[in-house]
C-alpha cells in the first residue's frame, strides 16, 4: 500500500519562498522507479503538473513556473521535493504530488498554497 504525504505550505507574501515536501509511505521508490510529479490545483481550475522528476534526476517544468520552481527528490528518503522562489498570487493552489503519469488511488491530501499579493 502507497500513500503519498504532502506538507510545507503555509502563507506567504508575493516575492517569498516555500519548499514543499512530499513523503512517499510504502514501497513506490523500491519496486518501481517512478517518475514522480507536483500538481497544483486553484479554486475553479483543473489540477495540472507543474514539475516532474525521473529517478535519475532529469526534471520538466510548466512554462508558468520555469525559473522559479526546482523538483529534486531524495531516493534513500523516498522524499521528493518542490523549492519554490518568486511566488506570485496565481500560484496560490493545493499541491499535491503523484507519480506520472498519475495514479489516482495515490492522491493525498495536498498542502495549500496561498501566496498574497
Do not use: H
Not at 516532474?52 to 527528490?73: E, L, P
Amino acid at each position: 500500500q502507497v500513500q503519498l504525504v504532502e506538507s510545507g505550505g503555509g502563507l506567504v507574501q508575493a516575492g517569498g519562498s516555500l519548499t514543499l515536501s512530499c513523503a512517499a509511505r510504502g514501497s513506490i521508490f523500491s519496486i518501481i522507479t517512478p517518475m514522480m510529479g507536483w500538481y497544483r490545483q486553484a479554486p475553479g481550475k483543473q489540477r495540472e503538473l507543474v514539475a516532474s522528476i525521473t529517478r535519475g534526476g532529469s526534471t520538466k517544468y510548466a512554462d508558468s513556473v520555469k525559473g522559479r520552481f526546482t523538483i529534486s527528490r531524495d531516493n534513500a528518503k523516498n522524499t521528493v521535493y518542490l523549492q519554490m522562489n518568486s511566488l506570485k498570487a496565481e500560484d496560490t493552489a493545493v499541491y499535491y504530488c503523484n507519480t506520472v503519469p498519475v495514479v489516482p488511488a495515490y492522491w493525498g491530501q495536498g498542502t495549500q498554497v496561498t501566496v498574497s499579493s
